[in-house]
């Protein structure tokens, strides 16, 4: 911080935030105060240095002169290029040790890590809550006037497997493609990582219940606890086709390994349309039960059956060949156990008719960039970054395909790892745009910066739960290293 700083004047009163910054190295900066301006004699130069600032003293010993050079404006004693290089660094989902090693490999100047935290939880914070709270507020007064609302929920984890710290549940708008509520919820909360998505459930639907948003349905992956908890209340569910068609394709991409199962095979892909003609042409759960079972009889080239839901396939009749099985067969045998199990049956009548939460996977996707895994955070700081992770994807969740020059849409051609080599074609989108983070600068710097109070007063009502550890007691030091041994240290053990 600097004490008794005159701030550097802004022409026009240009807002600091939006003024071009650019590197200079430091021998090019110390010629312009080598010589007196006034007698061109030789100057004594003093400098001073704070973070990414620095401070330059001139003064000519035979004629006098004196002047006092700011590298960046300062408002009140905090210097601009600090703050924003802070801001930038947290709202764009950087690492701030990152910053430093590339930093530091230009020997370029940075602040501390202690002076980035400070601005982070004295003004970035507070801005990122009060910021997500406005626009969350205006979706739901949108949703609150709509007569009936189908969302879709998920959650993901800080780590993979049962030992995650935390779990985010999204609630997203399936008809806007928006997401309208994240719930953090940590383990200890819940008694367990595999609580966690249902308590992130439950405050979801409080909080819609709470703005007065109509629910339609609530499209979900098969969460055991979820179905248990939506049934009881009386909450209309749906699947997921993906989700369900993967662990069918899984069991009969293994049982085609076996022996006289290889038929199984080619039947795969066919299976896995099957799944999706059968969710996106039904409109009630018996109809697509008696749709899914058909393919039972299609396989055997049978296109007659006795369901009245479903009396024949739709198909036109093929002339040529196919690897028809016949029943009795082990692989016929198999595969009517994959895919009439009692299980697979319930949940192919609750097939999603039409929404799916295919954009609740690619908004996880975003969230990586701003809280990837192999990072820990605290549970303040989780926070803000999925806000910062529902405000990227909501400005950019709808943008528009790319053209070519001539007004073509544009294409890349992809070879996803599921579909065995297949190659894909996947329309280009547009190139995202980043107005949020502008915002968060102007909100920071015009707002929070000049009264931070409002700001820290509505963060402090986030509740935060106890850390992980608070539970145990905290061994002494020296007793704890003395203990200390390898696999190797024989003499220690």
């Not at 939006?18 to 590197?23: A, L, R, V």
């Not at 095979?265 to 759960?285: D, E, F, L, M, P």
């Given at each position: ?81 600090n ?43 507070p ?11 205006s ?15 998920d ?51 409080e ?52 022996k ?62 196919y ?9 016929f ?12 049956l ?67 051609l ?41 700001f ?38």
């Amino acid at each position: 911080m600097l004490q008794k700083q005159q701030p550097c004047l802004v022409k026009n009163k240009t807002p600091p935030q939006t003024i071009n910054t650019y590197i200079v190295y430091e021998t090019c900066l110390m010629e312009l105060f080598e010589s007196c301006p006034v007698c061109k004699r030789v100057c004594d130069v003093q400098t001073r240095r704070i973070g990414t600032f620095i401070s330059v003293q001139q003064l000519c010993p035979h004629c006098q002169f004196t002047r006092n050079w700011n590298s960046q404006p300062v408002l009140g004693s905090t210097p601009v290029g600090n703050l924003q290089l802070s801001v930038a660094t947290y709202v764009n989902g950087a690492s701030f040790y990152k910053l430093s090693k590339v930093f530091k490999a230009m020997n370029m100047q940075l602040c501390k890590y202690n002076t980035f935290r400070r601005h982070a939880r004295m003004f970035i914070e507070p801005a990122i809550v009060s910021y997500w709270q406005k626009s969350q507020e205006s979706m739901l007064q949108k949703l609150h006037a709509e007569e009936k609302v189908i969302v879709g929920g998920d959650m993901r984890t800080d780590s993979p497997g049962h030992s995650a710290k935390f779990g985010s549940y999204t609630m997203m708008d399936l008809k806007n493609n928006k997401v309208v509520d994240l719930q953090l919820v940590q383990s200890n909360e819940v008694g367990g990582s595999y609580h966690m998505e249902l308590e992130g459930l439950k405050r979801s639907l409080e909080l819609l219940k709470e703005r007065g948003v109509t629910l339609d349905c609530i499209v979900t992956d098969r969460h055991l606890q979820i179905q248990k908890f939506l049934r009881e209340s009386s909450i209309t569910q749906f699947f997921d086709v993906w989700h369900i068609e993967k662990g069918i394709s899984k069991q009969l991409e293994k049982a085609a390994k076996k022996k006289d199962c290889e038929k199984l095979r080619g039947w795969v892909k066919s299976i896995r349309n099957h799944i999706y003609w059968t969710a996106a042409t039904s409109t009630t759960g018996p109809e697509r039960v008696a749709k899914w079972t058909s393919i039972l009889n299609h396989v055997q080239d049978i296109h007659s059956h006795d369901d009245p839901l479903f009396p024949k396939c739709l198909h036109p009749l093929r002339i040529a060949q196919y690897q028809w099985m016949a029943a009795g067969t082990p692989a016929f045998h198999k595969l009517e156990t994959i895919l009439s199990t009692k299980r697979i049956l319930k949940a192919v009548a609750k097939l999603s008719p039409h929404h799916q939460t295919s954009s609740l996977e690619s908004f996880h996707a975003v969230i990586l960039r701003f809280a990837p895994k192999n990072v820990v955070f605290p549970f303040l700081g989780m926070l803000c970054r999925l806000y910062l992770a529902a405000m990227h994807y909501n400005e950019n969740a709808e943008r528009a395909q790319a053209t070519t020059s001539t007004g073509k849409p544009l294409y890349k051609l992809q070879f996803p790892k599921a579909r065995k080599g297949e190659c894909r074609a996947k329309p280009v989108k547009t190139d995202p745009t980043f107005c949020y983070v502008a915002n968060l600068m102007d909100l920071i710097f015009d707002q929070v910066f000049v009264d931070p109070a409002p700001f820290t007063q509505e963060l402090l009502k986030i509740p935060i739960p106890e850390d992980l550890c608070s539970q145990y007691e905290r061994p002494d030091r020296e007793e704890v290293i003395s203990g200390y041994a390898t696999r190797f240290n024989l003499a220690a053990v």
